[in-house]
């Protein structure tokens, strides 16, 4: 069977509707005169001769069963620590005309001897130890045996845990439950009623005003499930911004648009140390390797008319186009608000509420590789975004899935569990009963004051109550009734990635201005003005001494980051997820 995926013992699990097909239903005989007696073996060894008063066995889904009998002890010394850890084996023998029928209605072990020594009564309690046979069992063996779905954000580290704890955790996933079968075997069991019943119950079978319905309470029966999870991850952002400048004064790239223009009225230059020094001072951690430098030409003989021209200083510029470049890492958080309901429910009754939360936060050693390392070109599998920049999302997108998905699993299981918690109750000898296991599905049929009555619906409870002294032999069944479901369901499918990137715009191409002093003609020195800033070759000092020499320098103004692109980013994303509750057959 699959649930969200999850293989469990080959059949559909909360299939009611579908389940039955190969059932074949037998009917519960009423027997009018029953000879019985029990046998129970300790350590293999018949001790029955020792039985007094009641005997006592209760079975019940995902629990562990329980014996209790009495030994009257012969006269002489008793130990009772010696009968600890004995097996334990309790036969129902119903005497037939035609032979005795013998069944194992117990096996397990002896837990707890109490010894009165007035009375020389040793009673004993039993149970099938459900837990210490989990407990041994290794963790593939639990997921194989019970499937469903574990996360370590849902649940807590697995190591130094119960084995029985984490089993526990995989069953909260699934409408099932885990127990041992009378022979001793772990049984994984669905919840779900079978459209045919393995037993039929006629009129007038059952004891005698034995026939009980008990509800479960408004406030347990949960309809709504809201569930809060925050996926929390690192984005690593790296930010470019494309600048460019140009000499004032040139038209073109070529030494005749370019360098001649400028030789005719030469200026103070940049460099490229200048240019990636300014860079860094603004905040950037890089240029990029697609930077554009156009260099002053080499030594040589250029221009019209032609002229020699000696170049001492190789890095200075007349017009450069460069990325820079800035790292840092901001984490996004994916606020899920999910929410499961039951509509025929809550349309029924209102709203009963159950709230879960869990919290999934990524961390990872590749954010401080990242933001310290050299770099000339965008990380490896980085991607581009709205906004221009950069991005790679250290991000784990099987544990995200998986931590919703058993989220919600809990949470449509808890609805399920809820809408079963009615009981209905009836009571048949146990020569009738031998038959019935947790594992069926049972169909009730009577008559109470005139008033047909039934029920189909799965064994939950099963109580063997034998009375040695009067002969009463009878055992007790409860069966699960699930009500106040629908039809009306949804797959479990987490949402989707949500769109994370904060709101603005790529940063646009900045063209950075030049500042020339020395003439007459020169403006007003601007510190606060970006770019580049230097003097004409040819000043007019000797005509106005007053005039002001600019600093040579090349600026760039100092990058500032919207905070919503920097601070953690949260994004909501909602889900309503309609949850099927079967309505088992229920008439009174």
């Known amino acids: 069977m699959q649930i969200n995926g ?20 037998q009917e519960v005989q009423p027997n009018f005169s029953i000879r019985w007696s029990v046998q129970l073996l300790l350590n293999g060894v018949d001790v029955t001769q020792y039985l007094s008063g009641t005997i006592r066995i209760e079975r019940e889904e995902f629990a562990r069963c329980i014996a209790d009998f009495n030994l009257l002890l012969d006269a002489g010394a008793v130990n009772p620590d010696s009968y600890v850890g004995q097996d334990v084996e309790i036969y129902y023998i119903h005497h037939q005309a035609a032979a005795d029928v013998s069944t194992l209605r117990f096996r397990g072990k002896l837990e707890r001897p109490r010894f009165n020594l007035q009375t020389r009564v040793l009673a004993c309690e039993c149970s099938d130890r459900l837990n210490e046979t989990v407990e041994p069992m290794a963790i593939e063996d639990i997921d194989a045996l019970v499937g469903g779905l574990w996360s370590p954000d849902v649940f807590q580290p697995v190591e130094g845990r119960s084995r029985w704890a984490y089993a526990k955790e995989r069953l909260s996933t699934l409408p099932v439950s885990l127990q041992r ?141 460069w990325t820079s470049a800035i790292r840092w890492a901001q984490r996004v958080t994916e606020q899920y608000t999910l929410r499961l309901e039951a509509p025929a429910s809550v349309a029924q009754a209102g ?32 991607v581009q975004d709205a906004l221009g920049d950069w991005v790679v999302d250290i991000r784990n997108e099987e544990r995200r899935l998986l931590g919703l998905s058993t989220i919600l699993a809990i949470g449509r299981a808890s609805i399920l569990k809820a809408h079963r918690g009615n009981r209905f109750a009836f009571t048949l000898p146990t020569a009738e009963a031998v038959g019935i296991r947790l594992e069926h599905t049972v169909r009730v049929e009577d008559e109470i004051l005139g008033h047909p009555i039934s029920c189909q619906a799965k064994v939950v409870n099963i109580i063997d109550e034998w009375d040695l002294r009067s002969g009463r032999c009878y055992t007790n069944f409860q069966l699960a009734v699930s009500q106040g479901g629908s039809s009306e369901t949804d797959p479990l499918t987490p949402p989707a990635t949500p769109d994370s990137t904060p ?82 057959h229920l008439e009174l």
């Open 351 to 382: 709203e009963v509420i159950s709230r879960d939360r869990i919290a999934m936060d990524t961390e990872s050693d590749q954010e401080q590789t990242f933001l310290s390392a050299t770099y000339t070109s965008p990380e490896p599998g980085a």
């Open 503 to 584: 709101p603005g715009e790529p940063w646009p191409l900045i063209e950075l201005p030049t500042q020339l002093g020395g003439r007459n003609e020169s403006p007003i020195y601007d510190e606060h003005l970006d770019g580049f800033s230097g003097n004409y070759d040819e000043n007019d000092l000797d005509i106005n001494p007053d005039l002001e020499l600019f600093p040579r320098k090349f600026w760039l103004n100092v990058v500032e980051i919207p905070a919503e692109h920097m601070d953690e980013f949260p994004v909501e994303v909602g889900k309503t997820y309609r949850v099927s509750v079967p309505t088992d």
């Open 181 to 321: 079968s009378v022979e001793g075997q772990l049984q994984v069991t669905p919840w779900a009623a079978t459209s045919v019943p393995h037993w039929l119950i006629r009129p007038d079978t059952a004891i005698f005003q034995s026939i009980d319905y008990l509800p479960v309470e408004l406030s347990e029966r949960i309809n709504v499930v809201e569930v809060e999870a925050d996926y929390r991850f690192i984005r690593l952002r790296q930010r470019h911004q494309e600048f460019s400048w140009r000499h004032p004064d040139i038209v073109g790239d070529s030494i005749e648009t370019g360098f001649c223009v400028w030789r005719h009225d030469s200026t103070e230059l940049p460099n490229i140390p200048m240019v990636i020094g300014a860079s860094s001072d603004a905040g950037y951690s890089a240029v990029l390797n697609d930077a554009f430098w156009l260099r002053l030409p080499e030594s040589g003989i250029y221009c019209t008319p032609p002229a020699g021209w000696v170049n001492r200083y190789p890095d200075l510029l007349l017009r450069a186009s």
């Open 6 to 25: 999850i293989t469990l013992n080959g059949a559909t699990l909360n299939g009611g509707a579908r389940r039955g097909r190969g059932i074949v239903t």
